[in-house]
């Protein structure tokens, strides 16, 4: 009994002081409870970069990550999992979290945005398709020089080591996605706009790479965060990816969404890289689908926001391969007793016009009828949400889905088709789309 008693005692925690917005959320189950699960957040010292980082009594062969530009948070075993599914995926994502934040005992000196107990999400495209939900048993932020881990367990703190990839060549053979299938595909779209059925449409196509070998996904992650420091390099239950796109930020009552639509290929050369930047800003078909893509974000946040500001011209967003119209829309929630959280936000902003289309109901119906994949989590919301419902979540676009014997990968990529939109043309930018993780698994 004595050795049973000292097992629970290792496993479970204190009774909870919960912390943040859900601390007041009832929840009776986690009331009757006598004990609650221990969760720790320390400052942490010096260590190796975030992708490289692996905890020895932990699984570390792949990790879920949020990553951009050296900073951000990666997450290492699994405390707990959940799938949802469905039109109310949002609300019951957050039913979840505030029933597993509520059995929680946080022990939290920092209180910053990020830290204390994380939950790593993942949503489908399509509501009918699986989102995943995962809290890592172990997490570790850096942002602006201060780094912290948190840990759930009365164990000691983890100790950490640094992983050291070396590249090998995968040999992939590539399949799928004909393009002159695909083409024909955007040129229905293109028909259905000039008929007045809708304004814009998104439409995705992927293509299979597959190999004798594992793909490792520290190398893809590493590689990706290399060559795209702009980016958010994310992996989460076999996603890895790069995202130019942040659907959105909540940082205690500021909102912000980045919104990118309309794209050129970069050739390498500085100089007409330039000129073609100026072009890509005057181009009124790129101007429009841009536009499009503004104004549904900021039509869906403004019910939540006391104030906005929607910059009334995009500014150019240079990527290693491609350059993107982007506008960053900010706003400030409405100051009430329930203000929204990111749930909130999420739900109404999914599927923006950038992946989707205009009116968003059509365009959903059209991309159901032509578009002929199946999209999973890709051009869905992937991110995380801290215990006061704060977070961030980019949009899973640069992508690819591993198989589960890590032996091939499905890559996607999207364009926005409108009335002026040319299919050779968009299908070029979907080739330059695919390069970011076409490279990353060549250069494996």
């Given at each position: 009994?004595?050795?049973?008693?000292?097992?629970?005692?290792?496993?479970?925690?204190?009774?909870?002081?919960?912390?943040?917005?859900?601390?007041?959320?009832?929840?009776?189950?986690?009331?009757?409870?006598?004990?609650?699960?221990?969760?720790?957040?320390?400052?942490?010292?010096?260590?190796?970069?975030?992708?490289?980082?692996?905890?020895?009594?932990?699984?570390?062969?792949?990790?879920?990550?949020?990553?951009?530009?050296?900073?951000?948070?990666?997450?290492?075993?699994?405390?707990?999992?959940?799938?949802?599914?469905?039109?109310?995926?949002?609300?019951?994502?957050?039913?979840?979290?505030?029933?597993?934040?509520?059995?929680?005992?946080?022990?939290?000196?920092?209180?910053?945005?990020?830290?204390?107990?994380?939950?790593?999400?993942?949503?489908?495209?399509?509501?009918?398709?699986?989102?995943?939900?995962?809290?890592?048993?172990?997490?570790?932020?850096?942002?602006?020089?201060?780094?912290?881990?948190?840990?759930?367990?009365?164990?000691?703190?983890?100790?950490?080591?640094?992983?050291?990839?070396?590249?090998?060549?995968?040999?992939?053979?590539?399949?799928?996605?004909?393009?002159?299938?695909?083409?024909?595909?955007?040129?229905?779209?293109?028909?259905?706009?000039?008929?007045?059925?809708?304004?814009?449409?998104?439409?995705?196509?992927?293509?299979?790479?597959?190999?004798?070998?594992?793909?490792?996904?520290?190398?893809?992650?590493?590689?990706?965060?290399?060559?795209?420091?702009?980016?958010?390099?994310?992996?989460?239950?076999?996603?890895?990816?790069?995202?130019?796109?942040?659907?959105?930020?909540?940082?205690?009552?500021?909102?912000?969404?980045?919104?990118?639509?309309?794209?050129?290929?970069?050739?390498?050369?500085?100089?007409?890289?330039?000129?073609?930047?100026?072009?890509?800003?005057?181009?009124?078909?790129?101007?429009?689908?841009?536009?499009?893509?503004?104004?549904?974000?900021?039509?869906?946040?403004?019910?939540?926001?006391?104030?906005?500001?929607?910059?009334?011209?995009?500014?150019?967003?240079?990527?290693?391969?491609?350059?993107?119209?982007?506008?960053?829309?900010?706003?400030?929630?409405?100051?009430?007793?329930?203000?929204?959280?990111?749930?909130?936000?999420?739900?109404?902003?999914?599927?923006?016009?950038?992946?989707?289309?205009?009116?968003?109901?059509?365009?959903?119906?059209?991309?159901?009828?032509?578009?002929?994949?199946?999209?999973?989590?890709?051009?869905?919301?992937?991110?995380?949400?801290d215990a006061r419902g704060d977070g961030e979540l980019g949009?899973?676009?640069?992508?690819?889905?591993?198989?589960?014997?890590?032996?091939?990968?499905?890559?996607?990529?999207?364009?926005?088709?409108?009335?002026?939109?040319?299919?050779?043309?968009?299908?070029?930018?979907?080739?330059?789309?695919?390069?970011?993780?076409?490279?990353?698994?060549?250069?494996?």
């Amino acid at each position: 009994m004595k050795l049973l008693r000292d097992l629970c005692l290792d496993l479970l925690g204190s009774p909870a002081n919960h912390l943040g917005r859900y601390a007041n959320c009832s929840n009776r189950a986690a009331l009757e409870v006598d004990v609650h699960i221990a969760v720790t957040t320390e400052l942490l010292g010096e260590h190796p970069a975030l992708l490289n980082i692996a905890i020895p009594e932990l699984n570390d062969e792949s990790i879920t990550s949020w990553v951009r530009g050296g900073d951000g948070l990666v997450g290492f075993g699994v405390y707990k999992s959940h799938i949802v599914k469905g039109a109310q995926r949002f609300q019951q994502a957050r039913s979840w979290w505030q029933e597993q934040v509520n059995s929680l005992d946080i022990h939290n000196n920092l209180h910053g945005t990020g830290t204390g107990p994380i939950l790593f999400t993942s949503f489908s495209f399509d509501p009918s398709e699986e989102s995943h939900l995962l809290i890592p048993q172990v997490v570790i932020g850096q942002r602006n020089g201060k780094s912290w881990i948190t840990w759930i367990g009365t164990k000691p703190q983890p100790s950490l080591r640094s992983v050291n990839t070396t590249a090998e060549s995968l040999d992939l053979n590539w399949s799928g996605s004909n393009g002159d299938v695909w083409q024909e595909r955007v040129a229905r779209a293109v028909e259905k706009i000039r008929d007045g059925e809708l304004e814009k449409v998104v439409l995705a196509r992927f293509v299979t790479g597959t190999s004798s070998k594992t793909i490792n996904e520290r190398r893809l992650l590493n590689h990706l965060a290399h060559e795209y420091p702009s980016t958010w390099v994310y992996s989460h239950h076999g996603l890895i990816g790069a995202t130019p796109e942040l659907l959105v930020r909540l940082n205690r009552s500021l909102v912000t969404s980045r919104v990118l639509a309309g794209t050129i290929r970069k050739t390498g050369d500085d100089e007409r890289d330039l000129a073609l930047a100026g072009s890509l800003a005057r181009s009124s078909k790129d101007l429009e689908e841009h536009e499009y893509a503004v104004r549904s974000v900021a039509e869906s946040l403004s019910p939540f926001c006391s104030s906005m500001n929607v910059p009334e011209s995009p500014f150019v967003l240079h990527l290693s391969n491609v350059m993107h119209l982007a506008t960053d829309v900010t706003g400030v929630l409405v100051d009430s007793s329930s203000p929204a959280d990111i749930f909130d936000l999420a739900d109404r902003l999914h599927p923006s016009a950038a992946v989707c289309g205009t009116p968003r109901d059509i365009a959903s119906r059209t991309i159901d009828e032509i578009e002929g994949i199946s999209r999973g989590r890709y051009a869905g919301p992937i991110g995380w949400i801290d215990a006061r419902g704060d977070g961030e979540l980019g949009i899973a676009l640069r992508c690819g889905q591993i198989s589960h014997d890590k032996k091939s990968i499905r890559i996607y990529a999207g364009c926005g088709i409108v009335a002026g939109s040319d299919p050779e043309r968009e299908y070029s930018e979907s080739q330059a789309k695919l390069l970011p993780m076409r490279t990353a698994l060549e250069r494996h």
